[in-house]
């Protein structure tokens, strides 16, 4: 029986997940989720490494599991440079990458620096990204923006997108480089991709200010009045960078990141609540149809998942304005903590050789 562990780390916006498998059995998983509130106490993503690293620790410590045998630990990354879809060894380059934030802030960009840290504590142990956030496979012509002083980058939920396309794949007995799909993943940030035959040849920028609003994300807003408001003196840049995430989205129109709350409200009667989910549930839907325009309708499924993917009522809301395109399938939740953990377990069995991040 395979004795060896890997931990597979997670962090997210809203929340912070632990896996370890032992080989490809998973024998602990925790999601511990974080309030607006209490991420509020830190300036800024680095300032949160040793409070995600404590609480990792610790549950590893409550769960009694056996750290000295974990070999391999595989963090979510990260915004480093924009590279191809796999798993990468950290090094030297892909920290410094992560510790500046080479690309901006993001929770995963401690994803790489804690799995780093954890396993050089460790007696066997290496760390590795996989899937990164920045992964790139964005047609050029998807690129252009309205002006050339900026340029549409593909900043998004690469791992679940991935992992979720080739579970369909494997469902309807096709690999995932046959098929073409829309994956919305709904999470802290949502995003909208593009699946052509394995490639994400388009999907919003999920992080900064373009497509759906989301628990966290104010999304795409209306350019002119945007730079109105950034030169009105009433903000300063810091105050509109956290609009447009951390502060936007679900935060700023109801108070709380947690669209599970929101949900609860909508139902007890709550009009606003409900408006703002339908509004959020309508931008989903809109990005999903103009991601079809992409795929020139040729969609063999839309495949909705993150933790939002739960509520019946958003879903049911979706599925209402696209179902004309594809089959609606919903996988709630995400299959990241699998897909971090299976990278691992191949690296481990030497089934795959782990790029080189330069
Ligand atoms: N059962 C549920 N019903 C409705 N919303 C849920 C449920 N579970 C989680 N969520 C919502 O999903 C969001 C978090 O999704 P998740 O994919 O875990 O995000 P992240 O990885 O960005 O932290 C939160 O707003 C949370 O309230
Ligand atoms: C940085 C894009 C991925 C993302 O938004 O992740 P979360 O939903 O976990 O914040």
Do not use: W
């Amino acid at each position: 029986m395979e004795t060896r562990r890997i931990l597979a780390i997670n962090p997210g916006s809203t929340s912070t997940k632990i896996a370890v498998y032992q080989g490809d059995k998973s024998v602990f998983l925790k999601n511990i989720k974080h309030t607006a509130e209490e991420l509020s106490h830190f300036e800024s993503i680095p300032d949160q490494f040793e409070f995600r690293k404590d609480i990792i620790m610790q549950e590893l410590i409550n769960a009694e599991i056996q750290i000295d045998l974990i070999e391999v630990v595989v963090g979510r990354g990260g915004l480093v440079k924009p590279i191809e879809s796999g798993i990468y060894e950290v090094n030297d380059r892909l920290k410094e990458d992560l510790r500046i934030s080479v690309l901006g802030e993001h929770a995963s960009n401690l994803g790489g620096l804690i799995a780093d840290n954890i396993a050089q504590s460790l007696p066997k142990a290496k760390a590795y990204i996989a899937d990164p956030v920045v992964v790139d496979e964005m047609e050029d012509v998807a690129r252009i923006s309205g002006h050339p002083e900026f340029q549409r980058v593909s900043i998004f939920h690469a791992l679940n997108q991935k992992a979720i396309g080739r579970a369909f794949a494997r469902s309807i007995d096709k690999k995932y480089d046959e098929i073409n799909v829309i994956v919305a993943h709904l999470g802290g940030g949502i995003s909208v991709g593009a699946h052509l035959k394995g490639r994400i040849i388009d999907v919003n920028n999920a992080l900064d200010g373009e497509g759906p609003f989301s628990p966290e994300r104010s999304g795409t807003l209306p350019a002119g009045a945007l730079a109105k408001l950034c030169f009105s003196g009433k903000y300063t840049l810091d105050e509109v960078k956290k609009m447009i995430k951390g502060e936007g989205g679900l935060v700023a129109h109801i108070g709380t990141n947690d669209a599970y709350e929101v949900e609860v409200k909508a139902k007890n009667g709550d009009a606003k609540a409900k408006l703002i989910q339908d509004a959020m549930s309508y931008q989903v839907a809109k990005s999903i149809g103009a991601m079809a325009s992409v795929l020139k309708g040729e969609v063999d499924g839309i495949l909705l998942t993150g933790g939002i993917a739960h509520n019946p009522d958003l879903v049911n809301y979706v599925k209402d304005m696209v179902s004309f395109i594809a089959p609606v399938l919903v996988y709630p939740g995400e299959d990241e903590m699998k897909a971090l953990a299976m990278n691992g377990y191949m690296v481990m069995r030497g089934e795959i050789n782990p790029k080189e991040y330069n």
